[in-house]
């Protein structure tokens, strides 16, 4: 249930809908008895289904709002509303810095205000043993009166193991600036997280571009993981080698390569640029709105834009010029020549899929080569499926059916990158609303025993349901699918477990449960067990997932009482007592 515009909220009267994102909606309200504006955001139904969610909820607003820093968005308040939790934060006026991008090349005082601002705020986070862990330009604010603002602590995770364990284990983040470990799932993050994505905005403002740019959400993880830093001299040769090194060293993929701590990477940028004699200046790339890679919603849009976009679009007022900007006069003239070589690199890239398009790609079966081998061993000679489908897809390029029997040809071909972005474009061509499609697509994959990209359709189609009652066989089928792909290790990379949490809490904890079981971590597996069994004891899935972990725990009489009585339960989904029949067949 959304709030409405216009209802009071406590204290809070409901003046408009700012953003909605995958786990909140961010709304503007005011204040009556302080005569003031204030954001609201309200968590999803889906969120509190979990008896344990509201006091782990209320814990980390409480840490949250110990964050007073000048360049920390404050949190007012934590309420509930109808069962509804909600956090109360400054309404900020003005831009993000991703909309100021998308007007065009930063100052020389901008690029220095973005790395004292957006540096003492995280370091003074990271302080308090607190990661953002989603750091990108659209949570950098930037006031009226000029002052920025990091934003969307709100979703951060608490550092310390153990004091959190909402969506533990879960990928948070943006393709275009996550780490490597964040990317691969690890669960120790630390503050070299921060930093990498710190450093990927940097290269972003200095370079003129993201250092890893592609057609699929998927590609830019993988090369965030595997694939060297293009080196920004390359890219821009006005930049100075000096602080190419810095770059470099920001965006190690080991994390015990970078720098220790924001400070640390501050100094280091800082000193660079005075080296080399240059002003701040990464200012002289052109950053065109078409060519910007960040969230899916144009900044001139009117369209609600992800929760943690929660300003009002309208120009940072200027600053004071700095006195960096003198430093190197004489070189400025030479930068300019970079804006023409800039502009014509990025007429190259083309825009990206939405970030929220990942669950949509590709799945693995159970032979998938490890990550590093995508890209290899694709056939030079094509299947005639291949041809046809192309032929068809260049006689209908709008066609998503067409695009769909590409992508299952690739599939069959064993070609993985073009099935992920075939599979992709068909999915945006059909649009959000497309129940035919998505099922048509999620019951040709799961034929196919590719659970991933089943389940990525399945998490395209059930939120089509979200106003009338799902039918049963779509549900099982979901459950089969998110179940299944949990076995593969890459399945973080393409299905974001929030997602499945947006639909049933306890299966996300149950897919993160097998996940974990099926990657060596039984400790994990059973405390996620144990979230899903506090919220809904009864469910199917969490008699299977208990077996399984019997098994792998050296109890096979536990596990095979489990079973038994699964496969014998008519009540039971047929999918639970085919796996369950299965299971006790090995075991005899």
Not at 64 to 91: F, Q
Not at 175 to 204: N, R, W
């Amino acid at each position: 249930m959304s709030f409405k515009i216009g209802e009071n909220i406590g204290p809070y009267r409901i003046i408009e809908q700012l953003g909605q994102g995958g786990m909140a909606t961010v709304y503007k309200a005011y204040h009556a008895s302080l005569d003031r504006y204030v954001a609201l955001k309200v968590l999803h139904p889906a969120f509190h289904q979990d008896e344990t969610f509201t006091a782990r909820f209320q814990r980390e607003a409480r840490v949250v709002a110990r964050l007073e820093h000048p360049n920390i968005v404050p949190v007012y308040d934590y309420s509930e509303y109808e069962n509804r939790p909600y956090l109360v934060m400054k309404y900020i006026e003005g831009d993000t810095l991703k909309a100021r991008l998308n007007q065009g090349p930063l100052t020389a005082e901008e690029i220095e205000d973005v790395i004292n601002s957006v540096g003492s705020a995280l370091g003074f986070a990271h302080r308090q043993g607190i990661l953002h862990r989603d750091i990108k330009p659209s949570n950098v604010m930037i006031a009226l009166d000029g002052i920025m603002y990091l934003a969307d602590f709100g979703l951060a995770r608490i550092a310390e193991a153990g004091e959190s364990t909402m969506s533990s284990d879960s990928i948070m983040g943006t393709p275009q600036y996550i780490s490597p470990e964040q990317a691969m799932g690890k669960k120790d993050l630390d503050a070299g997280t921060d930093i990498y994505s710190f450093g990927v905005m940097l290269y972003e403002m200095v370079v003129g571009q993201v250092p890893f740019s592609a057609d699929t959400p998927f590609s830019i993880i993988h090369d965030h993981i595997y694939t060297p830093l293009p080196l920004p001299t390359k890219i821009n040769p006005a930049v100075p080698e000096t602080v190419q090194r810095v770059l470099l060293k920001a965006l190690a993929k080991d994390r015990l390569d970078r720098y220790g701590s924001v400070e640390e990477l501050m100094r280091a940028f800082k000193d660079a640029w005075s080296e080399a004699g240059v002003p701040m200046q990464g200012t002289t790339i052109t950053m065109r709105p078409g060519t910007y890679r960040g969230d899916k919603t144009d900044s001139k849009s009117q369209k609600p834009v992800p929760a943690n976009e929660t300003i009002a679009a309208k120009p940072s007022a200027a600053k004071k010029r700095s006195p960096l900007i003198w430093i190197g006069v004489g070189l400025a003239i030479f930068l300019c020549f970079a804006v023409a070589f800039a502009a014509i690199r990025n007429n190259r890239n083309r825009v990206l899929t939405s970030p929220t398009d990942v669950a949509t790609v590709i799945s693995v079966t159970e032979a998938l080569p490890t990550l590093p081998e995508l890209q290899s061993n694709t056939p030079t000679g094509q299947s005639p499926e291949i041809v046809a489908a192309s032929d068809l897809v260049a006689q209908n390029p709008g066609d998503p059916d067409a695009h769909l029997q590409l992508a299952l040809a690739f599939w069959d071909s064993k070609q993985l990158r073009p099935a992920v972005e075939e599979l992709t474009q068909a999915s945006n061509l059909a649009g959000a609303d497309n129940k035919e499609f998505f099922l048509k697509a999620a019951e040709e994959f799961k034929t196919r025993g590719a659970w991933i990209p089943t389940a990525g359709m399945y998490l395209r189609l059930v939120p089509i349901y979200s106003e009338e009652k799902k039918p049963e066989e779509i549900e099982d089928d979901f459950h089969e699918a998110v179940y299944k792909a949990a076995e593969q290790k890459e399945m973080p990379l393409f299905v974001f477990f929030e997602r499945i949490d947006n639909v049933s809490l306890p299966l996300g904890y149950i897919v993160r449960g097998r996940y974990a079981l099926y990657n060596g971590e039984l400790a994990d597996a059973e405390k996620q067990l144990a979230n899903a069994e506090k919220i809904k004891p009864d469910m199917y899935e969490v008699f299977l997932l208990k077996a399984e972990i019997a098994v792998k725990a050296g109890r096979p009489e536990e596990a095979k009482n489990i079973l038994l009585s699964l496969s014998s339960d008519l009540g039971a989904p047929e999918w639970i007592r085919f796996m369950a029949d299965n299971y006790l067949s090995t075991m005899k």
